[in-house]
């Protein structure tokens, strides 16, 4: 199973596309990966979804999200909590995905190791790694995902790790002089 930040949200399973949902449960799955295995409490997610007045059934309607995207993202025969992707964990959800299923998280192994080999005196490797790691993106991360009370500081990150990936790469480039 992929997972694709990098640009809109998209999730694939052996390359075919799984269809998540609307954009509230696509917000829901975003916040999910960006916390990289970490619980995020229920009442964060609801604060993204509905900001400072979310409904009277706004609990009740983000576990219906959770359990629509739990279906969408279960493996095949899979049953129980042992299949689950997404693990409810006082006092809120996580996802239960390696890091380098997300394209995020991976770019951000791959920046730092390429960035630790141009140091290290490698640019062949760094060039490689570095490549790899841009060749990622397929637009501004998270660009779909509208909300105002969305985490944006990961995006921004991003951002930027990007254009610091993007000088790496240059420096790994052997000099035409």
Do not use: C
């Amino acid at each position: 199973m992929e997972f694709r930040l990098l640009g809109n949200l998209e999730v694939a399973v052996d390359g075919s596309p799984v269809d998540i949902g609307g954009s509230q449960p696509r917000t829901v799955l975003a916040m999910l990966l960006v916390a990289g295995g970490r619980v995020v409490p229920a009442e964060s997610i609801i604060d993204a979804l509905w900001g400072d007045e979310p409904p009277a059934s706004a609990a009740g309607t983000l576990q219906s999200y959770v359990s629509r995207l739990r279906r969408a993202l279960a493996p095949a025969g899979a049953k129980g909590e042992g299949g689950r992707v997404i693990v409810w964990d006082p006092p809120g959800y996580r996802i239960a995905v390696e890091p380098d299923a997300v394209d995020a998280h991976r770019f951000e192994r791959l920046a730092d190791a390429g960035r630790e080999a141009l140091h290290a005196g490698d640019p062949a490797t760094a060039r490689s790694l570095l490549e790899e790691g841009l060749g990622l993106w397929r637009g501004p991360a998270l660009l779909e995902v509208s909300h105002p009370a969305f985490p944006w500081g990961f995006s921004a990150r991003l951002g930027g790790a990007r254009l610091g990936g993007a000088r790496d790469r240059t420096r790994a480039d052997p000099s035409p002089f």
